[in-house]
């Protein structure tokens, strides 16, 4: 509910105070007085595009300010708590909740909730849960299919409301399985050629098995092979040299031989030589040796150094065609492992379809049945709901009128089930119903609309509703039932309406009046809550134009009698409801 609405800067407001409270809250005044700035202002509140064309002539700037009392325990309780927004206590359970928006010249506008600067788009957020706000546009709005959709949803009850939350959810899960598994599908080609180059890949990469450091190591063991013809060279003419008979007994060897053989011939003529010809055998044994060494090493070097260096060619030769296309050894090992991962997740994307497949034919089937328990129940509130808003259409001047609330079944499903919902209006018997936008003129929208709060009130309240001149194209008895319904609507909710007619002024709990001043300006001192000779003073001026005429104001005070208003000069009066039948 709304306690308190501040104005400044706003259309021909200057300054002002607009003090609200419970019930039926009633403004009028004459034309241009300003009564719908304060359903503008109140637009802005509640998120509406900020522009700079609302500002007061030679006015900087424009604000809103209202304070809400809301439960303590609530989704905007809890929305203001996520924003690090404040709340005044208010006893019983409530809350106080103070919302402003500003507009400047150059058109920014400026919000905030709970004392914490918000974007608009919270301040709309908000509103939702707050507030219902009627105007030329909202009837507008009430012929969309959209619109009409959540009237009919709203007036369902909860238990509809749960299983059209739950088929959204729903809903939500299979598009999302159904878009994975479109683009799965889309995809398989592709994920089959990266597979299939992976595979190669990694099949290369398993082959050659490289190591890290390995094309260093591979390096340094050609680099000595490639130096094995030297030493082969060398080994070989060192053992030529010790032992080699195309030398005629003039290697090593064979001298050694020589020598030994020349002391033998003479070894008994002086022991002295003995020790000698000991020495030379046995240096010439040792030369034997050392010549088949070399000669071993040599015949080494001959047998596997050429096949050796040409497997470690053709080692690096693999080896460096893998640094070239991966950048290093340690790359291509990396890619090996990573390319594994991705090739098993790659190979198990068939299962995933699979199963993906099976999925979303499931929650399809899930979908398309509840989706047939929506529809059985729109169908069942359809019937109620076009007979209860008929009988409300019948007390507001439209006898004949009635509302028909159409459900056809749709083969698509979508996110809110599988049916179309039409408003349809049939103005008289034997005429064809039709659409909204094309059956029913400005008057004949304001009374659907207002019928339908009415009777949607009953399973769906909201706060506070706000109606901007809802009795356009309404007079005579029909505008005194357009009050009698505005004022059982004002029972559970705050109501508060701009008005021309006195017929609606009558019903109201607070009537007030704004006036503008002596130079064209509406300041506090502009809006009055009216009582006693005020008020009938004010309802003659809406019923004739003339405030002081004596039949005018004897009218008003029929008016006010019928309607059931307190404090009608004259005598107490009876509770309105006595003439609501």
Known sequence: MIEELRLSGLGVIDEAVLPLGPGLTVLTGETGAGKTMVVTALGLLLGARADSGVLRAGADQAS??????????????????????ALDAAGHGAASLVLSRSVSADGRSRASAGGRSVPAGLLAELGEHLVVLHGQSEQLRLKSPAAQRHLLDAYAGPDHQAALAAYRDAYQQWRAEAEELQRLQAELAERAREAEALRLDIDELERINPRVGEDIEIAAQIETLSRREDLRLAASTAHSALSDESMDGRDATGLLDAARRQLERVAGVDPALEPILEQLAALSYQAAELAASLGGYVAGLDSDAAVELEELQQRRAELTQLERRYGSLEAALKHMSTGSARLFELDGD???????????????????????????TRRE???????????????????NARLHVVVTEETEIGPDGADQIALLLQPHPGSEPRPLGKGASGGELSRLMLALEVVIAETDPVPTFIFDEVDAGVGGAAAIEVGRRLA??????????????????????????VVKDGSGAVSTSSLRSL???????????????????DSAQEHARELLYRAGASGVPGGPAPSWEQHSA
């Open 64 to 85: 809103v300010e209202a304070r809400w009392l809301i439960p303590q325990a609530g989704p905007v309780a809890a929305r203001i708590d996520e924003v690090g927004g």
């Open 350 to 376: 068939t299962s995933r379809i699979d199963a993906l497949t099976a999925s979303v034919t499931a929650r399809y089937d899930d979908l398309r049945s509840r989706a047939r328990a929506l529809l059985t």
């Open 381 to 399: 509130a359809a019937d109620r709901l076009a007979e209860a808003v008929t009988a409300e259409l019948a007390a507001l001047a439209m006898p």
């Open 488 to 513: 059982r609507l004002a029972r559970t909710a705050q109501v508060i309406v701009v008005t021309h007619l006195a017929q609606v002024a009558a019903f109201a709990d607070n009537h007030v009046t």
């Open 531 to 549: 009582q006693g000779e005020e008020r009938v003073a004010e309802m003659a001026r809406l019923l004739s134009g003339l405030a002081e005429s």
